[in-house]
T-cell receptor
Framework: NAGVMQNPRHLVRRRGQEARLRCSPMKGHSHVYWYRQLPEEGLKFMVY????????ESGMPKERFSAEFPKEGPSILRIQQVVRGDSAAYFCASSTGRGWQPQHFGDGTRLSIL | GESVGLHLPTLSVQEGDNSIINCAYSNSASDYFIWYKQESGKGPQFIID?????DKRQGQRVTVLLNKTVKHLSLQIAATQPGDSAVYFC??????????FGTGTRLQVFP
């Protein structure tokens, strides 16, 4: 999955801590999407952002989760006060946003909550 | 909330045979349909897409068929190779840009 960079690849947190997941889109891409995947399931949409704007956050839990895509730097998915149920793989995708262009995915961050 | 995870349906094929992976989608208003391949520990990799005004599209060794009447999508892989072993997801795009993924099919290729 050349281009979309996510870090860290693995993240371990204790219940109640904060998790920050980072995503740098492919060069030339200004649209970022975050998805969550549980084991043996498909990816579930969370949020869609453009630079400095949240376009669609219909898949984000109402509490504890937030996302941003600043003018400079990577997109950040932030989970506050993590719980065991937050354990999952979180994937970021990016696209140009011009016409129909496929979303290209990073290799994800595996979040484990102890 | 999240649904309980189930074991993925598995398709086992012999190397060299053709594979057909099926998918039912839900939104008749979707404009695009995409097939992704996901290998263990990696993110989904784009394979092929098809617009809703088409019923067939071919790529290298892959063909996607779209039947809008029954909301069915299929991916055909010719001469399946060991490197094709992965989980395959179909995804649809309704009016917004977000992808809606299906549940996935695990393809196992044996010699």
């Amino acid at each position: 999955n050349a281009g979309v960079m996510q870090n860290p690849r693995h993240l371990v947190r204790r219940r109640g801590q904060e998790a920050r997941l980072r995503c740098s889109p492919m060069k030339g891409h200004s649209h970022v999407y975050w998805y969550r995947q549980l084991p043996e399931e498909g990816l579930k949409f969370m949020v869609y952002l453009q630079k400095e704007n949240i376009i669609d956050e219909s898949g984000m839990p109402k509490e504890r989760f937030s996302a941003e895509f600043p003018k400079e730097g990577p997109s950040i998915l932030r989970i506050q006060q993590v719980v065991r149920g937050d354990s999952a793989a979180y994937f970021c995708a990016s696209s140009t946003g011009r016409g129909w262009q496929p979303q290209h995915f990073g290799d994800g961050t595996r979040l484990s909550i102890l | 909330g999240e649904s309980v995870g189930l074991h993925l349906p598995t398709l086992s094929v012999q190397e060299g045979d053709n594979s057909i992976i099926n998918c039912a989608y839900s939104n008749s208003a979707s404009d695009y349909f995409i097939w992704y391949k996901q290998e263990s520990g990696k993110g989904p990799q784009f394979i092929i897409d098809i617009r809703s005004n088409m019923d067939k599209r071919q790529g290298q060794r892959v063909t996607v068929l779209l039947n809008k009447t029954v909301k069915h999508l299929s991916l055909q892989i010719a001469a399946t190779q060991p490197g094709d072993s992965a989980v395959y997801f179909c995804a649809e795009i309704p009016a917004s840009d977000k992808l809606i993924f299906g549940t996935g099919t695990r393809l196992q290729v044996f010699p």
